[in-house]
């Protein structure tokens, strides 16, 4: 009779937990809007009704801690982090991605993981659409977003940080 109950219970707090998820209640604290002046570090984003913030197109020089030198970040018209000097065209699609570790987080565009890949995979495009402090949900909505561009058999790599999953649960001005 015990054993019963609690496959019952349990049975009964995943389908209400479910329920609840789908009228968009969930666990944890509600997602807190983009303000540019709370945010760490206002270039290169910009605020996004789905996302919180994304990337601005356009050429930036930040001075980041640790480097004498300003780096070099370039986003494109997409949104997306530029992978090489000259644009690649090929049918053959890798899409990137996650938080600042996909996105280079302080580094110069070319010292980027989509940069060194598309560097070494000449027969294929390389787009970096990592944003930094996205956590999965954010990922999501971006995947979403890039879906009408997505070519058939296109590949995506999602990558992240190991801090990733109490990211999911915080306040993105607390990374």
């Known amino acids: ?9 349990s049975f009964s707090l995943v389908l209400a937990e479910l329920g609840l998820r ?13 303000e540019p002046d ?10 996004d009704v789905n996302a919180g913030w994304s990337l601005k197109p356009g050429s930036y020089s ?3 801690e640790g480097r ?3 780096v070099s970040i370039n986003i494109n018209n997409d949104g997306s982090r530029r992978t090489s000097y000259q644009p690649v065209s090929s049918n053959r699609q ?17 010292e980027t993981l989509g940069w060194l890949l598309q560097a070494h995979l000449s027969n294929a495009t390389v787009i970096n659409h990592g944003v930094g402090g996205y956590g999965t949900c954010q990922v999501l909505i971006k995947v979403r977003e890039l879906a009408p561009y997505i070519k058939p058999g296109a ?5 992240f ?5 109490a990211r999911n649960v915080a306040d993105p001005r607390s990374d």
Not at 94 to 110: A, E, M, P, R, T
Not at 155 to 159: D, H, L, N, S
Not at 161 to 165: E, M, N, P, T, V
């Open 1 to 9: 009779d015990i054993l019963i109950s609690l496959i019952s219970l």
């Open 22 to 34: 789908m009228l968009g209640d969930a666990p944890g604290p509600k997602p807190v809007a983009y």
């Open 38 to 47: 709370k945010f760490s570090c206002k270039e290169p984003f910009k605020e």
């Open 62 to 64: 930040i001075r980041q």
């Open 68 to 70: 004498e030198e300003p």
């Open 94 to 110: 890798i899409i990137l991605v996650g938080d600042s570790y996909i996105f280079g987080h302080g580094l110069n565009d070319n």
């Open 155 to 159: 590949k995506i790599i999602y990558g």
């Open 161 to 165: 940080s190991s801090f990733h999953a």
